[in-house]
């Protein structure tokens, strides 16, 4: 694995800078998909500033229009053309508009060909390793006058030292690895995102200590797997030994991280969780299914033994703590008895809360091959019967809490005029009656009431 360092590319900001010589161009940007790319889509706005963009949120006032994508499921993709069919008539009025699309389904051979036969108003694309090249490519796209398409193409590095313009000035995402090793055969993000790498503990630990020093208060670790981390790097270290790294940093913060891999989630990990403050007492853990059978099929490398065990060890050692996960229904093959027995495991273990997706083909995959005969309709009323049994439990577990005073911290403006939201460390969201200068800080909040999976308060 090679690791690079970004440069100002000085040559690529004078050719963007000759192209609009009136006033410096605007760049809109917008992140589809899971953190780790919402964290690319602050370093992409980052590097476009470093050479003379301004940003801006608004489509029409737009120079450079980048659509930073997500190929998880079909859903996903879908939005996206959608999107960028959108901007076709933006293209008419402005033919100087320049249409980026990059990210995970610019990482996909057939949805490149896709952009240059069906989209030609698109003049840039790349895929997820391009952010450092990007002034780079835009120079390019200037200088030929013509569309800058890139082939699909991995290049097994990390990229340091990438400026940044972070969403929020309170809450931050630091990817501690990139990539994924473990092929889950339904799963795009291994094809599209390439092999694991992990960043070396000095960069995430300078990274860190500059986040604590700027003020930020909840930092969330990112990984396809941060319970692999350390495999590869030249000093041994796990990701137990990287939280207790950083938890030694000084400072009134807490850390939070995703996703955690059943599979090699240890009881070391368990055991540090508890043992540190800084860390949140609530843990990401999907399982994707509780049938064996289907485990197997998935490549999950776990059964639900095993994965009940740990949950188990998890509650016996963190007094408090809670769960959340991650379930697809639908998978190829998957029978009554196979959903009968996630129902049974949801309905065990009790998480806070469920991430439900119905199964989505991706081609290329291993499962993409798999009979699937299970009518659409079927998969549609197993999603419901899922809901309704994940709802029971979580209104209940939500009620329950009423009555309790909890730091959290406030996060937004309410929905209700006059609150605000503040986030239990559980993962929750509670709305009180306080001003917006309270966002970005810690509150006391007695909790009141439920409504549903929310919970209402006042400041105490
Ligand atoms: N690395 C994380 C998950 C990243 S993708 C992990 O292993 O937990 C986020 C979630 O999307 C997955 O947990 C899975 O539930 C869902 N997902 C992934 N591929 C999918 C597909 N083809 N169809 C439906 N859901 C999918
Ligand atoms: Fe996909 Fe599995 Fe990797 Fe998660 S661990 S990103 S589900 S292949
Ligand atoms: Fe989507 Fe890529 Fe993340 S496929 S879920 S944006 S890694």
């Not at 004078?14 to 161009?25: E, G, H, L």
Request: net charge neutral; charged share 25%; hydrophobic share 40%.
């Amino acid at each position: 694995m090679e690791k690079l360092t970004y440069t100002h590319d000085a040559a690529a900001a004078a050719v963007i800078a000759s192209v609009y010589p009136d006033a410096p161009p605007m760049a809109y940007v917008h992140s589809f998909g899971c953190q780790q790319n919402v964290n690319d889509g602050e370093k992409i706005r980052g590097v476009l500033q470093d050479v003379g963009f301004g940003l801006t949120d608004t489509l029409e006032q737009a120079d450079l229009i980048l659509f930073n994508t997500c190929a998880v499921r079909e859903h996903a993709e879908q939005r996206v053309f959608g999107n960028v069919g959108a901007l076709k008539q933006l293209k008419e009025k402005n033919p100087k508009l320049v249409i980026g699309v990059c990210g995970c389904m610019a990482q996909q051979p057939h949805i490149v060909e896709k952009l240059r036969r069906s989209y030609p108003y698109v003049d840039l694309v790349f895929g997820v390793d391009g952010i450092d090249r990007l002034p780079a490519m835009l120079a390019e796209r200037f200088r030929r006058g013509k569309r800058y398409l890139e082939e699909p193409r991995a290049r097994n590095a990390v990229v340091e030292d990438l400026p940044i313009r972070r969403d929020s000035g309170f809450r931050a995402w630091l990817p501690i690895m990139y990539g994924c090793d473990n092929f889950c055969t339904y799963c795009i993000v291994p094809y599209v995102r390439g092999r694991e790498r992990s960043r070396e503990p000095a960069d995430i630990l300078a990274e860190f200590r500059g986040l604590v020093a700027a003020g930020y208060k909840e930092i969330t670790l990112l990984g396809q797997n941060v319970n692999s981390y350390g495999k590869g790097l030249a000093a041994p270290i796990d990701f137990a030994d990287l939280l207790n790294l950083l938890c030694a940093v000084p400072g009134d913060y807490q850390i939070r991280f995703m996703t955690s891999h059943p599979k090699d989630a240890s009881r070391k990990l368990i055991d540090t969780i508890a043992a540190q403050a800084h860390l949140c007492k609530h843990i990401h853990l999907p399982v994707q299914s509780g049938s064996d059978r289907l485990l197997k099929q998935m490549n999950r490398r776990y059964t639900a033994a095993q994965y009940r065990e740990l949950i188990d060890y998890a509650r016996a050692k963190i007094p408090g703590v809670t769960f959340s996960s991650d379930i697809i229904v639908g998978f190829p093959g998957e029978t009554e008895e196979d959903f009968q027995a996630t129902l049974d495991l949801v309905e065990s273990v009790g998480y806070m809360q469920l991430f439900t997706f119905i199964y989505s083909k991706r081609e290329g995959t291993p499962a993409a091959k798999m009979d699937d005969p299970t009518p659409r309709a079927e998969k549609t009323a197993r999603m419901e019967r899922l809901l309704a049994v994940q709802e029971k439990y979580s209104h209940a577990a939500v009620a329950a809490l009423v009555g309790q005073t909890v730091r959290v911290l406030v996060e937004a403006a309410g929905r209700t005029p006059g609150t605000v939201n503040g986030r239990l460390d559980n993962n929750l969201v509670v709305e009180f009656p306080a001003d917006e200068s309270l966002i970005g800080q810690w509150a006391q909040v007695k909790l009141t009431a439920a409504r549903a999976a929310m919970l209402v308060g006042t400041l105490a």
